[in-house]
């Protein structure tokens, strides 16, 4: 996986992240953004999880964008509970968008726990994305967002044994859910999704590519 070390701003800002394009594929290359779980936990865009997606997405010919929201590494500014890190998802789209070899009309957004919450409390700052694709996301996020009447295709994925996003409750939280809309369920995952990261992975890089067209 060829990786690039990049900076972007947002609200002034100076974020760091980490751009990753599959060796050896030409053409404008399709992109997958995704935003890391809890800073205060200790979070951040090297977090198993993150990076699992970021490999599984590599390896079907997927761009990805990680990146560390504001106040986490060496980002600047202050942790600001999901708030600020909405405008910072909506700069790493910036650049997804406008980014030299990736192709700015196949763009998807994927959050792992804190981060897929960050993407349902700022989805009109994700009009550029194409599909949404949520691990772990907390309940109480689900509802709050207007993620139901979202029109794109959509994945809801957690761990069997998951007590912050239960399966249970995840599942009734998307009832009323706008088609199209996946659920899935990770067997013997916990939150942390510790010795399932691969699966988490190749679930979310499976979904983008059907999604953004990437046959194979």
Same mark, same amino acid.
């Given at each position: 996986?060829?990786?690039?070390?990049?900076?972007?701003?947002?609200?002034?800002?100076?974020?760091?992240?980490?751009? #990753?394009?599959?060796?050896?594929?030409?053409?404008? &290359?399709?992109?997958?953004?995704?935003?890391?779980?809890?800073?205060? &936990?200790?979070?951040?865009?090297?977090?198993?999880?993150?990076?699992? /997606?970021?490999? +599984?997405?590599?390896?079907?010919? &997927?761009? #990805?964008?990680? @990146?560390? @929201?504001?106040?986490?590494?060496?980002?600047?500014?202050?942790? =600001?509970?999901?708030?600020?890190?909405?405008?910072?998802?909506?700069?790493?789209?910036?650049?997804? %968008?406008?980014?030299?070899?990736?192709?700015?009309? %196949?763009?998807?957004?994927?959050?792992?726990? @804190?981060?897929?919450?960050?993407?349902?409390?700022?989805?009109?700052?994700?009009?550029?994305?194409?599909?949404?694709?949520?691990?772990?996301?907390?309940? +109480? !996020?689900?509802?709050?967002?207007?993620?139901? =009447?979202?029109?794109?295709?959509? &994945?809801? !994925? #957690?761990?069997?044994?998951?007590? /912050? =996003?239960?399966?249970?409750?995840?599942?009734? +939280?998307?009832?009323?859910?706008?088609?199209?809309?996946?659920? !899935?369920? /990770?067997? *013997?995952?916990?939150?942390?999704?510790?010795? =399932?990261?691969?699966?988490?992975?190749?679930?979310? !890089?499976? @979904?983008?590519?059907?999604?953004? *067209?990437?046959?194979?």
């Amino acid at each position: 996986m060829r990786q690039t070390a990049i900076g972007f701003r947002s609200q002034g800002l100076s974020l760091e992240g980490v751009l #990753t394009s599959p060796q050896g594929i030409g053409g404008e &290359l399709p992109t997958l953004v995704v935003c890391h779980p809890h800073p205060v &936990l200790g979070g951040d865009m090297e977090n198993a999880v993150v990076t699992a /997606i970021c490999r +599984a997405a590599d390896s079907r010919g &997927l761009a #990805t964008l990680r @990146f560390n @929201f504001r106040g986490v590494g060496d980002s600047e500014g202050e942790f =600001s509970n999901g708030r600020g890190e909405q405008r910072d998802l909506e700069a790493a789209l910036k650049v997804a %968008r406008r980014w030299p070899g990736l192709d700015g009309k %196949r763009v998807a957004v994927a959050g792992y726990s @804190f981060g897929a919450s960050v993407v349902l409390g700022g989805l009109r700052r994700c009009g550029v994305a194409r599909c949404l694709a949520f691990v772990a996301p907390p309940i +109480a !996020a689900v509802r709050d967002s207007r993620i139901a =009447s979202d029109k794109r295709p959509k &994945l809801f !994925a #957690t761990g069997q044994n998951d007590r /912050i =996003s239960p399966p249970v409750g995840l599942q009734s +939280a998307l009832d009323d859910m706008r088609q199209p809309a996946r659920y !899935a369920e /990770i067997a *013997g995952a916990a939150h942390n999704m510790l010795g =399932s990261e691969a699966d988490v992975g190749e679930l979310v !890089a499976a @979904f983008v590519a059907e999604e953004l *067209g990437i046959s194979g």
